[in-house]
């Protein structure tokens, strides 16, 4: 038996899209309008690929669904509050609260249950599917990229029927069959080329599918991009088909070959214009995700993560869901690219721009035990860490985000929401994967070398850092360019591919946790007075520095490695209970 399931209108089409992978509607379609009267025209299908990106959007509305990046050696976040999923992320342990696994995966599957809706809708249409290239390319991408966070976030998952719209009442979705992790990159690699084969354009020619200087709706760069980033997975843990760098290098080669021929500036010149507000709409980021405040609440076209990505503490005011791991900050290379991803001071309420590991009263660090039997100390940041500035944002007077360069020494946007870009992928990250994959290949070595000296020139103070890549042997670029692709997304937890993505691929997150579950005692700051912090009046601001900075008890991680376990998040137990196969 099957019913016809058709909504009449975006908000109905919203409706179906938006439940949990397991919960697809059947309905009686009386007095619905039907699949012979809605999808005409291209017009029509235009209002599922809406939908589709209402999806996108709110996918990343907020952190919950970036929880699981708390295992990257980058970022770690506060105690307290309501970060207990960030803290099992971060210790690679099972989580009491739930809210990071369970809204990452339904928003998964609700963006391949509308990316699933597009392609069957085109097939009521009578146009020419070869007109609906750029529809169609939108819905292959987005799953692809939706069983891409799945399958490295939890490794063996179902693949959701792809017919929406007709649902057979025989092939309940509770009862599906985990997809093994193989099934499951084939079956991305497949929505990828279908995606390649719609011969996206490589740059849209007005809005709302371009802005400014960038792409809004997925191009041909974008696919050739993920598809590079995939073969690069398949190539590492858990397939370790070490093949497939060399098709990765070969697809990165064209990314980089099809900049080269349009012969248009793409690698921003300053870093510091990469996170900007003032240059949201830049053509380095290749994928983005766009968002818009005007609404002035929360919801999926508002970005929130200006509250709780990078504010982080006091007095900036944030969340403090995503802080900056000290010992990955202690060892990431000096120069502008530093000095944009990371706050080189901050400012206080009273005006004084201050150091990370500031005290308040110019004496040495101390913990004692407040009365509440908290530990209290006399840092000015209690969680005595440095902070990222990527969803940063300045204020005039008023308040008011301002579209500018970000400072840190001067006032912050303190809103809720706003409509800045979440970047997925950079042509930066493409230079690094082409770098990485064709020395890991020992394909086209002299151009992968060339492409890592374009990201380190505007990334290092010291010209030796570039030069020396003259000299590096295959597995010594293979190895800078992973590194080089981590600091280029660090802090970054919005990202296609994060540290915690990078570690997985190379089977290095369990030095991660080796490292927490030490005394992370290793990340030494000189004592002695810092002369570029200083008061409102531009006076020195004097403070003695902490030695050694010890983590505290209350933060330190404990427990073992329990290999695949460890990696994985566990699946949503509602989830579990209705599809008996979701298991290890």
Request: contains cysteine; charged residues 20%; negative net charge.
């Amino acid at each position: 038996m099957k019913i016809n399931i058709l909504p009449g209108c975006l908000l109905a089409a919203s409706m179906l899209l938006t439940t949990s992978c397991s919960d697809f509607l059947t309905e009686d379609p009386k007095g619905q309008l039907t699949n012979e009267t809605l999808f005409k025209t291209k017009a029509d299908l235009d209002l599922a690929v809406n939908s589709l990106y209402s999806n996108v959007q709110g996918f990343q509305c907020n952190s919950n669904t970036m929880i699981v990046q708390c295992m990257g050696d980058d970022v770690t976040s506060t105690t307290g509050s309501n970060k207990a999923a960030y803290l099992s992320a971060d210790a690679f342990e099972a989580p009491t609260d739930l809210k990071g696994v369970n809204d990452l995966w339904s928003w998964y599957y609700n963006i391949i249950k509308a990316s699933n809706y597009v392609l069957d809708c085109a097939k009521f249409m009578k146009a020419d599917m070869s007109e609906l290239g750029e529809q169609l390319g939108q819905a292959y991408f987005w799953r692809a990229y939706a069983y891409y966070g799945l399958v490295r976030t939890w490794g063996p998952v179902p693949i959701s029927p792809e017919e929406v719209i007709s649902v057979d009442l025989k092939n309940n979705t509770d009862e599906i069959p985990c997809a093994s992790v193989e099934e499951l990159y084939n079956y991305i690699v497949k929505s990828l080329q279908a995606a390649e084969a719609c011969n996206l354009p490589e740059t849209y020619s007005s809005a709302p599918k371009h802005l400014g200087d960038a792409n809004v709706y997925v191009s041909a760069q974008a696919v050739k991009s993920m598809l590079a980033s995939v073969y690069m997975s398949m190539a590492g843990y858990p397939l370790k088909k070490s093949e497939y760098y060399a098709l990765a290098a070969d697809k990165a080669k064209e990314v980089v070959d099809a900049v080269k021929a349009r012969n248009v500036q793409t690698l921003l010149p300053n870093w510091n214009s990469v996170y900007s507000y003032g240059n949201d709409n830049h053509n380095e980021c290749i994928l983005g995700i766009y968002y818009n405040a005007n609404t002035g609440s929360w919801g999926w076209d508002d970005s929130q993560l200006t509250c709780c990505h990078v504010p982080g503490s006091l007095p900036w005011g944030g969340w403090g869901d995503f802080l900056a791991e000290r010992y990955f900050w202690s060892k990431y290379p000096e120069g502008p690219r530093k000095d944009a991803v990371y706050a080189k001071t901050f400012l206080t309420g009273e005006g004084n721009n201050v150091d990370w590991w500031a005290t308040m009263d110019g004496k040495p660090y101390y913990k004692v035990k407040g009365e509440d039997g908290k530990d209290k100390t006399n840092a000015v940041f209690s969680d005595y860490r440095p902070m990222f500035t990527g969803f940063s944002v300045n204020c005039d007077e008023k308040g008011s985000p301002l579209k500018i360069d970000f400072d840190c020494t001067k006032p912050l946007y303190a809103g809720m929401t706003l409509g800045k870009r979440h970047q997925l992928i950079r042509y930066a990250e493409v230079l690094c994967w082409f770098a990485e994959s064709a020395a890991r290949s020992g394909k086209y070595i002299n151009e992968a070398k060339e492409a890592l000296k374009q990201v380190r020139s505007r990334a290092y103070s010291d010209p030796a850092a570039v030069s020396a890549i003259d000299g590096m042997s295959n597995d010594q670029l293979a190895e800078a360019a992973y590194n080089e692709h981590r600091y280029e997304v660090a802090g970054n937890v919005l990202g296609m591919v994060t540290c915690r993505e990078d570690e997985f691929r190379m089977e290095r997150l369990q030095d991660v946790f080796n490292y927490r579950v030490g005394p992370q005692s290793d990340v030494l700051v000189p004592a002695g007075t810092v002369t570029h912090s200083q008061t409102a009046n531009g006076e020195p601001f004097e403070y003695t520095l902490k030695e050694d900075l010890v983590l505290p008890e209350n933060m330190q991680v404990t427990g073992a490695w329990k290999g695949e376990n460890s990696v994985y998040h566990i699946y949503p137990p509602t989830e579990v209970e209705r599809n008996p196969n979701l298991k290890r």
